[in-house]
């Protein structure tokens, strides 16, 4: 039992280091300003980051005391998380797999359309029961006038990489004609309003802009796709690390038992 102990011991070490890029990719989520706006995704990465990090600390317990109920225990927890991790991995993969984004001629930054993201998306995020509070969170983070200090000429606002929430939130989609001032004043009338029903919801007020824009939810969703994208590499290869881990672990554990059983019927 007692090299099972040290393997299981080992075991728990590895699974440790690996809570703490779950904590991180989700910290760093919830650091994001449009995950500050949406408050429900904010924190589940890491709160499942903490329970692993709990677990773990189980079965060193376990391990430490030699009390195989902790041991079973966190065997049985760390089944549990690990499929929680790849339920939320499966679905993060497939509501983000839609892109709404396309390709303005001439300039740096893509704008969005609101149908090019998953449908899941759309009704849970910037449907009409969430898009009131999120609208002026959005408007509250500063995130469009921070751009009239960044660009100053319109050759440098068009050739800009934009985030998804700056290109459809702070002004007009390219398409309705509307005339530079700065990243967040453009002159009208549009010349082309019937092209995008944004067109006629552009106000150059600085706490409207975009923000009723469906341009602008597309932005939004935009963000969280490009972040979760990025969030989903790191947890792909650490669930990879921890589904070896408990395999191991489960293994040690039988064996152990099996060792156990033989010794006590001799």
């Known amino acids: 039992m007692a090299l099972s102990n040290n393997i299981t011991a080992i075991l728990n070490f590895i699974a440790l280091m690996c809570s703490i890029p779950i904590i991180s990719a989700g910290i760093w989520l919830a650091s994001k300003p449009d995950?500050?706006?949406i408050h429900w995704l904010r924190w589940p990465l890491v709160f499942l980051g903490i329970a692993f990090l709990l677990v773990t600390l189980s079965g060193f317990a376990g391990a430490y005391w030699k009390k195989e109920t902790f041991l079973g225990l966190y065997l049985v927890c760390m089944f549990i998380l690990i499929v929680l991790l790849?339920?939320?991995l499966v679905l993060a993969f497939v509501v983000t797999r839609p892109d709404g984004a396309y390709t303005v001629p001439g300039m740096g930054f893509k704008e969005y359309r609101l149908d090019g993201f998953s449908l899941w998306m759309r009704d849970h995020i910037t449907g009409d029961d969430n898009w009131g509070k999120i609208r002026a969170c959005l408007a509250d983070t500063q995130i469009c006038?921070?751009?009239?200090?960044?660009?100053?000429?319109?050759?440098?606002?068009f050739a800009a990489h934009l985030s998804p929430i700056e290109s459809g939130c702070c002004k007009p989609p390219m398409i309705c004609g509307f005339r530079y001032s700065n990243p967040t004043t453009w002159i009208g009338p549009s010349t082309n309003?019937?092209?995008?029903?944004?067109?006629?919801?552009?106000?150059?007020?600085p706490t409207?802009?975009?923000?009723?824009c469906d341009s602008c939810k597309a932005g939004l969703l935009g963000n969280l796709r490009h972040e979760w994208r990025k969030a989903y590499i790191i947890l792909i290869v650490t669930v990879i690390v921890l589904i070896?881990?408990?395999?191991?672990?489960?293994?040690a554990y039988k064996n152990a038992r099996t060792a156990q059983l033989f010794r006590s019927y001799k």
């Open 86 to 88: 790849l339920v939320l």
């Open 193 to 205: 309003i019937a092209a995008d029903a944004d067109c006629g919801v552009w106000n150059n007020h």
């Open 35 to 37: 995950n500050e706006c």
């Open 145 to 157: 006038s921070k751009l009239t200090h960044k660009y100053i000429s319109a050759g440098e606002f």
């Open 208 to 212: 409207q802009l975009c923000y009723n």
């Open 244 to 251: 070896c881990v408990y395999l191991i672990a489960c293994i």
